[in-house]
């Protein structure tokens, strides 16, 4: 069964630290993602990676950067916590064109 | 610029009544396009997509329909269950951006009513 899984389902920081948010999928996927949902405004795109060590902004990369070290492993880093990063985040993979992406559990972070 | 839209925030329907789900897209390069079904604190999960070579697909209850020349799809869903109450995401990809990025609409609240 396909699997990807999200370190934390909630986490709590204080504004200004580096917070870390890590994936983990195990489908041998060379694509990996993450968004952001918020109410109102849908899933947005932060990050995507189409290869190890290969990485390109979405919509919103603002005060985040990521890490993809390994094939399975996509990590999201938020430099310093500000509370507008308050949100449900989403880790996905997928395989290529004509597929599905694949859903972590989400993280819900909250920044106080 | 929201290249994927969900007009609709909300909608409610009766239990065993059909529920018809709407988006439209304005990237004409987009050519596969998906719908997720999200619970609160759960990630999306995958119901059904169709590519643009086909106007219409099923899969049980799930029928996705694509107007190419309108740039709009809808989801029906027939017969509605209580347990399909959640919100509906459709997105879309472009096969030819060499990315395979999915883009979001905004989401529709589903509501089935028992």
């Known amino acids: 069964d396909v699997k990807v899984t999200q370190s934390s389902r909630y986490l709590v920081k204080r504004t200004g630290e580096k917070v870390f948010l890590e994936c983990v999928q195990d489908?041998?996927?060379?694509?990996m993602f993450w968004y952001r949902q918020d109410p109102g405004l849908g899933l947005r795109l932060i990050y995507f990676?189409?290869?190890?060590?290969?990485?390109e902004k979405g919509d919103i990369p603002e005060g985040y950067s990521v890490s993809r070290e390994k094939k399975e492993r996509f990590s999201l880093i938020l430099e310093s916590a500000s509370t507008n990063q308050t949100s449900m985040y989403l880790c996905?993979?997928?395989?290529?064109?004509?597929?599905?992406?694949?859903f972590g559990q989400g993280t819900r972070l909250t920044v106080v | 610029d929201q290249q994927v839209k969900q007009n609709s925030p909300s909608l409610s329907v009766q239990e065993g009544r059909i529920s018809i789900l709407n988006c439209d897209y304005t990237?004409?390069?987009?050519?596969?396009f998906l719908w997720y079904k999200k619970y609160p604190a759960e990630g999306p999960t995958f119901l059904i997509s169709?590519?643009?070579?086909?106007d219409k697909n099923e899969d049980g209850r799930f029928t996705v329909f694509l107007n190419k020349s309108a740039k709009h799809l809808s989801l029906h869903i027939v017969p509605s269950q209580p347990g399909d109450s959640a919100v509906y995401f459709c997105?879309?990809?472009?096969?030819?951006?060499?990315?395979?990025?999915?883009?979001f609409g905004t989401g529709t609240r589903l509501k089935v009513l028992a």
């Open positions: 990237n004409s390069m987009f050519d596969y």
């Open positions: 169709i590519s643009s070579i086909k």
């Open positions: 489908m041998d996927h060379e694509n």
């Open positions: 997105a879309a990809s472009a096969s030819t951006s060499g990315t395979y990025k999915y883009i």
């Open positions: 996905a993979s997928r395989l290529g064109a004509w597929t599905e992406a694949f």
């Open positions: 990676s189409y290869d190890v060590k290969m990485k």
